[in-house]
């Protein structure tokens, strides 16, 4: 129950969000149970390696929440799209677009700006991301686009533009990897819990998980962008400014990637690698569903997914679960919680009794 | 013999902690029109939902020629010959009219693939049995409100076999239409069908029905026969404080124009189309438009509304062109709207009942009152409570029963002062009382000094309101002489009768 002084205009009743996350939770232990007993030959090992590894020692688990936020900070750019209506499927390149120019501030910018670098690779990462952003949002501005169909093209050329960068002129020669030059450690988030990755990028996400509910919830912006994102003619004939909600969220949610982005040069990766970004489109897409498109809910699914690739690559190293067990864990636990209609019909199924035919 | 028995039913929603049927017993027999009336919420809609296996009851039985069933679906219900035509659309809007009458049950070509000339062909052998004339390739979205309504009853008329109910069927009906609609429900029941009918309007159900029963409060508080009552009595017994009131006259004069429409042309919508509409609604008047579906109602209410802009000619507000008015301005005062098109313009379904009620009023709150909530949760209170819709705040739109729906758009709509409105079939949905409320409200504001434009598919919302009463007719304009022009004079103009 809401208490009468939390309540807001918005609130339709219960949220159905932790029951969503109980769910997201229980069929995820329950797949990589599964995936352990029946693709490993030492399932026990695997098990042990999925559940337990990942939360053994207090720097295992703050690895996890370090890798968690860059996942969260996608999820809420995915969120704040849904909620206008919009489907960008594009992160994937926003937020690599993000990670290269970050790198290179941070790189190129250290020799002036010395620690400030940072500050310069946080801002060059989320104006990146809104630049790829940006040209759909503008196609969905001035022509109408689908933003579904867009930003997925636009981000797989910046993909491709990307990788040929950093495989090409700007690649660290010095090394194996194919990657940048690596940021000098001052230019870098600094590392609170050492030998932990654990740096203050958690902590971001959940400032601005916090300030995007408030904003949903509790001002009259976010409440005109939910109701365009329901029914934009009802909007527009509300006199909002549908205009701008048109474009603006689909930019927003580019520059919570394109911070996403930087956060991972300027966190454990200290550079920009080629195909760092690989997947995070997908699992930040997966991770909004479970939290039900509420911001407040974003940081936990978040470390559902953070704990299911750690889980997966811990089992992979200490096991012969292979390597790819947790992206088949990470599909299906999207699956289970996207199909709340199926739910409905194996529920009206169960209830379901002999119907007579009437002659 | 009873072609359909509901005895007990009980249906409470807890996620909205309504209880929506408090044991209501019905029955219907066959060669049967039995009417469903009672007030908005009363449980009308829900008992036929249950009847038709949209919603399973949580005790009392569902018996179909005797037989206890369950049905766990619609198509359950389809199966055992039970259509329904809904109260809003519940059609395929991007799917043609005669893909929407298939859908679910495909005509296949080898068994395999899907045989469009069969779909196209069995829709106008539909459509030609039952005297509709819709065209079987038309997209549903380009329709008018009546020809959707038109593919709703033949789509349950495809399923349904010996019982058929009617939600609301004529709400957006034009005379034409309805008589139409009247005449086939006669031919049903003579065919030995059993008709629910659902409505609040007095003299159809007195006109049709065999029996009637009366919701309160989810229970079938009475059921008689039309012979035992007239129109005020029932209209009394729908809702229980006397709504058989006579229409408002206007007590100001005219002021200057509000809304100017010269030499509008609205064409490429088919029938719908306007021809060169010429018209000045000034403030301080109603001017009332009626029109028989497909004759360019729904161009005018789109022209006069701003949603859409005419091929040529002006549409003045105030003497400036509506679309020189930034839609914040527009709508801050200047015009308020009530669409016909409830559930796609005058609603957010998935949004609360508080935040539909006040969200044209948004701007209005600062950051902290809007944050804190309480300003915005008393103002939708008192909205809602000015067109009585209670326990709304909180639940979602969608989950409220069509007339409580109509009610939170009249309520927000037609809240502060407007020098403009535009009001589109406003009555639709709504019972005796709340339809006498709504017409009150806008003599009040006719009075205060708006001018009031009231499109209407039912030229008794015209003659009982308006100062001044058009005819569209083939997308043009007629003047009728006088207020509550007389309603032969009405229909003949309605359909293109020269006097």
């Given amino acids: ?359 | 013999m009873q072609l359909a028995t509901l005895t007990s039913i009980r249906k409470y929603y807890p996620s909205t902690n309504a209880l929506a049927v408090d044991g209501a017993d019905f029955s219907l027999e066959r060669g049967e029109v039995h009417a469903l009336v009672g007030e908005n919420g009363a449980g009308k809609s829900t008992l036929a939902k249950i009847l038709c296996g949209f919603e399973s009851p949580d005790s009392g039985t569902v018996a179909i020629r005797g037989s206890p069933v369950s049905f766990s679906s619609h198509r359950d219900a389809e199966k055992a010959g039970i259509g329904f035509v809904p109260q809003y659309s519940m059609l395929a809007p991007g799917l043609s009219a005669a893909d929407n009458v298939a859908l679910g049950h495909e005509p296949r070509f080898l068994g395999v693939f899907s045989d469009r000339r069969r779909v196209a062909y069995d829709f106008s052998l539909l459509a030609d049995r039952y005297g509709f004339s819709v065209n079987p390739d038309a997209i549903v979205s380009t329709l008018s409100a009546s020809g959707r309504r038109e593919v709703e009853i033949l789509r349950a008329l495809a399923r349904g076999g010996g019982v058929l109910v009617l939600d609301e069927p004529t709400s957006i009906l034009g005379e034409r239409e309805t008589e139409a609609l009247f005449a086939l429900i006669r031919r049903l029941k003579s065919a030995g069908a059993g008709i629910v009918y659902i409505s609040h309007r007095a003299k159809e159900i007195l006109d049709l029905a065999d029996r009637i029963s009366v919701m309160r409060a989810g229970r079938v508080e009475r059921t008689i026969r039309p012979d035992d009552t007239d129109e005020c009595g029932l209209a009394d017994l729908i809702v229980r404080s006397s709504s058989c009131a006579a229409g408002t006259d206007s007590g100001s004069t005219p002021g200057k124009p509000g809304l100017t429409l010269r030499s509008v042309t609205l064409s490429r919508r088919g029938s719908d189309s306007l021809d060169g509409a010429d018209l000045v609604v000034r403030k301080g008047e109603v001017v009332a438009v009626v029109a028989l579906g497909g004759n360019g109602l729904d161009a005018l209410e789109d022209v006069a509304a701003g949603v859409v802009g005419p091929d040529s000619g002006d549409v003045l507000v105030l003497g400036k062109d509506i679309h020189s008015y930034p839609p914040r301005i527009l709508r801050s005062g200047v015009m308020a709207y009530i669409p016909t098109d409830r559930e796609g313009r005058g609603l957010c379904a998935k949004a609360s009942v508080a935040l539909n009620a006040i969200a044209g009023r948004l701007r209005g709150y600062s950051f902290a009152d809007f944050a804190l909530g309480r300003a915005p949760l008393a103002d939708a209170d008192a909205l809602l409570a000015s067109f009585d819709v209670k326990n709304g705040g909180r639940r979602r739109v969608d989950t409220l029963s069509g007339g409580n729906r109509q009610r939170v758009v009249a309520a927000r709509e037609l809240d502060g002062p407007a020098d403009v409105v535009v009001a589109a079939n406003p009555t639709q949905g709504l019972d005796r009382s709340s339809r006498a409320a709504l017409l009150s409200r806008l003599a009040e504001m006719r009075d205060e000094g708006s001018a009031v434009l009231l499109l209407s598919s039912d030229p008794e919302d015209a003659s009982e309101l308006a100062d001044r009463s058009f005819v569209l007719y083939r997308g043009r304009l007629k003047a009728l002489s006088g207020p509550g022009s007389d309603d032969s004079a009405i229909a003949a103009a309605l359909t293109g009768v020269e006097p």
Avoid at chain 1, 94 to 118: D, H, R
Avoid at chain 1, 143 to 151: I, M, Y
């Fill in chain 1, 1 to 359: 129950m809401i208490s009468p002084v939390l309540r807001t205009v918005k609130d339709t009743g219960a949220s159905s969000t932790p029951k969503r996350l109980a769910i997201a939770v229980a069929t995820a232990a329950a797949l990589a149970a599964l995936a352990a007993a029946a693709l490993s030959g030492e399932p026990s090992t695997a098990l042990r390696a999925f559940f337990v590894a990942p939360f053994s020692n207090a720097s295992s688990i703050l690895n996890m929440v370090e890798l968690s936020a860059p996942l969260a900070l996608c999820a809420l750019g995915v969120i704040v799209t849904f909620r206008a209506g919009h489907y960008s499927l594009g992160g994937e390149g926003q937020a690599y677009a993000g990670s290269i120019a970050a790198a290179a501030a941070g790189y190129y910018g250290y020799a002036a700006l010395g620690p400030g670098a940072t500050l310069a690779a946080v801002v060059a990462g989320v104006l990146a991301g809104a630049a790829v952003a940006a040209l759909p949002a503008m196609g969905r501005r001035f022509a109408g686009a689908e933003v579904l169909l867009t930003s997925i093209l636009v981000s797989q050329g910046f993909i491709f533009v990307i990788d040929w960068a950093i495989g090409g002129p700007l690649r660290d020669r010095s090394g194996n990897l194919i990657a940048m030059p690596a940021l000098e450690t001052e230019a870098l988030l600094a590392r609170l819990e050492p030998p932990s990755t654990l740096t203050v990028a958690p902590f971001v996400v959940l400032i601005l998980c916090v300030a995007a509910s408030f904003y949903f919830e509790r001002t009259r912006s976010g409440a005109a962008h939910d109701l365009y994102g329901r029914n934009p003619r009802f909007a527009e004939l509300q006199g909002y400014d549908v205009e701008r909600l048109s474009w603006a969220p689909v930019v927003a949610s580019g520059m919570l990637h394109g911070l996403a982005g930087a956060l991972m040069v300027l966190g454990a990766k200290g550079t920009a690698i080629r195909g760092m970004s690989g997947g995070i489109g997908w699992s930040a897409i997966g991770a909004a569903l479970v939290a039900g498109s509420r911001p407040s809910a974003v940081p936990l699914a978040a470390l559902l997914f953070a704990w299911l690739d750690s889980g997966a690559r811990q089992a992979a190293v200490l096991s012969d679960l292979p390597p790819d067990a947790g992206m088949a864990i990470k599909a299906l636990v999207i699956l289970v919680v996207s199909s709340r209609p199926s739910w409905t019909a194996v529920k009206a199924f169960m209830r379901r009794t002999p119907t007579r035919r009437a002659k």
